[in-house]
């Protein structure tokens, strides 16, 4: 069963730092993975999806990047800022697969 | 706007008394999926819908039932509450099954005591 891991767990920066969140599956048959954003009480929002055969998209500030051979994505964030603070979730589509395998997700605070 | 609706977003009933969540999309999506987030295990599936009539458990089925009748519209429904249900309830939908973005609902908190 893929396992999907988040490093760090928690994580809090000073505002205008740039950041690398880490998410980590253990089978690289993909067929895509899914950066998801979540706030308190709230659902989740899609922030940005790579396909397997991508290597990287990129949204304003945010950029993901995708090796499926070593089964890791990183999520950048550049220029951080306090509204950026919630949990982030990475989640991956194995290939035949009919559900999202979820990491446990990295809290991230920004301070001003 | 476009987006996904859930309701009830807070609920406590005690052990045994059925419920049911329900679940509206308004971007005529045909995929449609439910997922409870616990603290510890992150997000699982529970049940998952290709199109009306076509729906097949996801990883943690027991003790849940869907339907789907109408394209916008996918209840989930809890016959006999126990306290091990207890947990952040969201629901998915996505216009190309579950190989493209999935827009989540806000969630429901449930409580069985």
């Known amino acids: 069963k893929q396992e999907v891991t988040q490093i760090p767990a928690a994580l809090s920066v000073p505002e205008g730092e740039n950041l690398v969140l880490n998410c980590s599956f253990t089978d690289s048959a993909i067929y895509n993975l899914q950066w998801f954003r979540q706030d308190p009480g709230k659902g989740l929002t899609s922030l940005l999806l790579?396909?397997?055969?991508?290597r990287e998209q990129t949204s304003g500030r945010l950029n993901a990047s995708l090796d499926k051979s070593s089964g890791r994505s990183t999520l950048y964030i550049a220029a951080s800022q306090p509204g950026d603070s919630a949990t982030y979730l990475c989640a991956v589509l194995v290939d035949s697969g009919y559900a999202l395998n979820f990491g446990k997700g990295t809290s991230l605070l920004v301070t001003p | 706007e476009a987006q996904v609706t859930q309701n009830p977003r807070y609920l406590i009933t005690v052990t045994g008394k059925k419920l049911t969540v329900t679940c509206s999309q308004n971007?005529?999506?045909?995929?449609m999926s439910w997922y409870r987030q616990d603290p510890g295990l992150g997000l699982r599936q529970i049940y998952y819908?290709?199109?009306?009539?076509?729906?097949d458990k996801g990883d943690v089925p027991e003790g849940y039932k869907v339907s789907r009748k109408e394209k916008r519209n996918f209840p989930l429904i809890l016959e006999s509450p126990s306290p091990n249900q207890t947990s952040l309830y969201f629901c998915?939908?996505?216009?190309?099954?579950?190989?493209?973005?999935?827009?989540f609902g806000p969630g429901t908190r449930l409580t069985v005591t």
């Open positions: 819908s290709m199109n009306v009539e076509v729906t």
């Open positions: 971007m005529n999506h045909e995929y």
């Open positions: 998915a939908s996505s216009v190309t099954g579950v190989l493209g973005e999935q827009y």
């Open positions: 790579i396909q397997s055969s991508q």
